[in-house]
């Protein structure tokens, strides 16, 4: 995982807005965030965060097959991140494209990139969730903006010829009906950026947090449940839950539905916010870094996004 090296606290937020410490900490969980520095872009965190995981998987960037970066807020409309990440890497043979599935956009790019892998076209590929929300978030409103940081986390997939070992199931979902619930309304080809367009703060990220809230809890509860009980497995044989870390309040509603023990999750919105389709990825990058995974350890995985989109994916840690 990566995240910049600019801290911005809670306290840094009360010069800017009118908000307080106590108020996100008490609504959110969120402490502090990290935020990209004036010329600093989404590649150049996916860069740090792949080489990272390029070399912990002992893997060259030669190698790859494959490069799929899950993001919402790509260095630049097109070309897409994923090329200018396989130039920056020297990923010769691999190609590559961006994947926008929003708060999702990680668990769909890793069960894209499974696919390739699981029918044997592919030997290595890298999944990459990276998002620079600082971009797209408007400064002057309270409540979104102390919600978010930017970040990258990366993961190396390969097969493996051992049973039960590695990515066991997943389920993917969307319903579009939820899209403006959270979304950006301008800078597509619906509402091309005009002086209009940016004089209404229309490419800011535009939220109703009530009702992601409450959708959030809901879809990510139980399609957690679904993807457990359709395995033969009971939330005592979890390891580690890792839920997307959009508001600390979402992670604990989801733990009580599932009946999980807090030491069951894992939880870093505290000290880098919402970072989008980075959360997991940087998640399960400390769990291993602070050796609280083991090989065979389950896994589970969920996510809930914009779109709406949400899912989740269980899995057997493969690395020793
Ligand atoms: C945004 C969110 C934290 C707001 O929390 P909430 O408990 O729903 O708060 P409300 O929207 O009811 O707002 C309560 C009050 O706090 C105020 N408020 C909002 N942001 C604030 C802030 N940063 N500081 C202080 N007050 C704030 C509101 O203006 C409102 O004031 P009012 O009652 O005078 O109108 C919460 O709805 C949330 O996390 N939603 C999900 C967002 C999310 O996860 N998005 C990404 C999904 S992937």
């Known amino acids: 995982m990566y995240v910049p090296d600019k801290v911005v606290t ?5 010069k800017l807005i009118d908000t307080s410490d106590q108020w996100i ?8 965030r990290h935020l990209v520095s004036e010329g600093e872009a989404n590649s150049d965190l996916a860069i740090q965060a792949a080489q990272h995981a390029l070399r912990k998987a002992n893997v060259k960037a030669e190698e790859l097959d494959l490069i799929i970066v899950a993001t919402v807020t790509p260095d630049m409309m097109f070309p897409c991140t994923a090329c200018v990440i396989q130039n920056k890497l020297g990923a010769k043979k691999a190609w590559g494209f961006d994947l926008s599935g929003a708060c999702s956009g990680f668990l769909y790019a890793l069960v894209t990139a499974a696919q390739f892998i699981e029918t044997g076209t592919y030997k290595k590929v890298l ?4 998002d620079v929300m600082s971009s797209i978030i408007d400064f002057e409103d309270r409540a979104t903006c102390v919600l978010f940081g930017d970040g990258a986390g990366a993961v190396v997939l390969e097969p493996t010829e051992e049973d039960g070992i590695g990515i066991l199931d997943s389920i993917l979902a969307a319903d579009g009906s939820g899209g403006t619930f959270l979304y950006m ?4 080809s619906r509402r091309p950026a005009s002086i209009e367009t940016v004089q209404k703060k229309m490419h800011y990220v535009h939220q109703d947090g009530k009702n992601v809230f409450k959708y959030a809890v809901k879809l990510m509860a139980e399609v957690s449940h679904e993807v457990l009980a359709r395995n033969g497995f009971g939330t005592e044989d979890v390891k580690l839950y890792v839920p997307h870390q959009a508001n600390m309040r979402i992670i604990t509603a989801a733990k009580d539905r599932l009946k999980l023990r807090d030491d069951q999750v894992a939880v870093n919105i505290d000290r880098y916010a919402n970072t989008t389709a980075a959360t997991i990825p940087s998640c399960l990058a400390e769990a291993q870094d602070c050796g609280r995974l083991q090989r065979g350890d389950l896994i589970l995985l969920a996510s809930f996004g914009a779109g709406f989109t949400w899912g ?4 057997k840690w493969a690395i020793d």
């Open 127 to 130: 999944v990459i969730g990276s």
């Open 25 to 32: 900490m008490e609504r959110t969980g969120i402490r502090q």
């Open 185 to 188: 309304p301008a800078g597509g």
């Open 312 to 315: 989740s994916v269980l899995l």
């Open 10 to 14: 809670n306290k840094d937020l009360e």
